[in-house]
């Protein structure tokens, strides 16, 4: 018997549509056939998780197409168009598939469509029929009616901040290949809760979500029929309908099984819903009081409300402000988007410049003049070293570091992944010799930064990705959503 043939696509983004910057296609990086799985072997991805599993299974791995961009605000319909068609385009030439595995992230918006990656699945099973079609996404997606029923299996990854990248694409890769050879039957139940939790809220490595998660994989496994338990807590910067927590099961064959445990899943979510809060929110003043009285090196301040990898621009400078009148004498290290100042201080290196920085995407940040000498410039890309999507090639645009007495400015001309330690070593910036270290991140630094992660705290400040939920301005969620509202039963199921 000829070996299956199984396509693996991965078509990757975010929404945040409290940003009001769209995602356009120069946004995306996009490897096709060969050059992707080329590109992303070895990578902590979902690609190169299911790449390289459906060839240990024995079967042909096709390689499609990858295509990623950071989340940011809703995605052009041109963009979205030109995506799709490449990927029907790079189906229809991969010829007969006898299986397809899509990476999607779950939470993608159009200007016109509120669940853009229901569409995508949709568009896909069109062009292959009958053969078994998995899904992967993102723990942040939002998950729908619609996803599921245009798919035979779907999981998501099982940790936050997220390191199981390449572990997810290798359990939907199994699922699709053992369906494709008659092995198992899958069927999907889901459940849903009209629930938002703060992304700070929703770890799975300590805490109530690690005792759900505890949970889900104790009904999974060799003895059950339960062959996954993936949880939903959507990432909450989303006003769309049918928003709210999301939970999957796939059984060999038992939907009523699979539907019986999505919902005592949710449940389990549910009961722990107060539990599930923003630890340590703290003003930036406060922050380096404490920052001062700790003995842990660097001292991590998460800028939440302004984070690139949650969907906002990474604009806002007002850290820098608050660094200047709090932080006096300490080594602080900090980052702002600003491509108008990266190409100032670029003719400038070596000397000292008086210039603006920040504000110039979103409308509600206020721009911070800085004084300093420029210490360095650069571009290029280079490979992401934390945990989280462990050794994929990014790019922070053209960069420059300012510095002002102790404290050094990472400016970029591209939203850049300051969770990670490779990128303050890109701009020659040793994140472990700064007493404070602001990451425009909302977890991944708890993976990558482990050792000063407990002391972390995070700064209470307003912007698009901002932990306070109760202050953003929902109009198509479905009401009532906790914590937004006050909620009279015990239990509710999907708005
Ligand atoms: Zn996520």
Known sequence: MAKPRIG?????????????????????????????????????????????????????????????????????????????????????EAGPLDGLVLSLHGAMATDSLSDADSALIEAARRRIGPAPLGVCLDLHANLTSRMVESCDALVGYHTEPHVDMASTGERIARLVAKAVRGGISPAIGFAKRSLL?????????????????????????????????????????????????G?????????????????????????????????????????????????TRPFLMAHTADCPTAGASG?????????????????????????????????????????????????????????????RAGTGSYRLAGRSFTGRTVSMGEWAVLVSGSHHLLITSRPSITADPATWRRAGLDPGQADVLVVRSCSDYRANFPSSAPEAVTLDLPGPSTPRLESLRFRRAPRPLYPLDPFASASPGAA
């Open 315 to 375: 604009d806002d400078p007002v850290m820098i402000a608050e660094a200047a009148a709090h932080g006096a004498g300490l080594v602080v290290m900090h980052s702002v988007l600003d491509p108008e100042a990266v190409r100032r201080c670029a003719s400038a290196v070596g000397k000292r410049v008086r210039l603006e920085v920040g504000a110039g995407f979103n409308p509600a940040a206020v721009p911070v003049e800085v004084e300093g000498e420029v210490r």
């Open 197 to 245: 939790i703060p992304a700070e809220g929703m770890r799975t490595d300590l805490g109530p979500m690690s005792e759900v998660r505890a949970l889900a994989d104790s009904r999974t496994g060799s003895r059950s029929r339960v062959l996954d338990v993936s949880l939903f807590p959507v990432q909450p910067w989303l006003d769309v309908p049918e928003l709210g927590l």
């Open 8 to 92: 693996v696509a991965s078509l990757v983004q975010e929404t945040n549509t409290f940003n009001p910057n769209p995602t356009r296609w120069d946004d995306y990086t996009v490897l096709a056939g060969g050059d992707a799985s080329d590109t992303l072997a070895g990578t902590n991805t979902e690609f190169a998780g299911a790449v390289s599993e459906i060839g240990r299974l024995g079967a042909e791995a096709v390689p499609l197409l990858a295509a990623w961009a950071l989340p940011s605000g809703r995605v052009t319909e041109r963009t979205f168009a030109r995506l799709a068609g490449l990927l029907d385009t790079r189906l229809k």
């Open 247 to 295: 939970v999957s099961v796939v059984t060999d064959g038992d939907l009523p099984g699979a539907r019986s445990l999505a919902e005592e899943m949710a449940d389990e979510v549910w009961h722990r819903r107060e539990r599930m809060t923003t630890p340590r929110l703290m003003t930036p003043e406060k922050a380096f009081w404490e920052a001062r009285g700790s003995s």
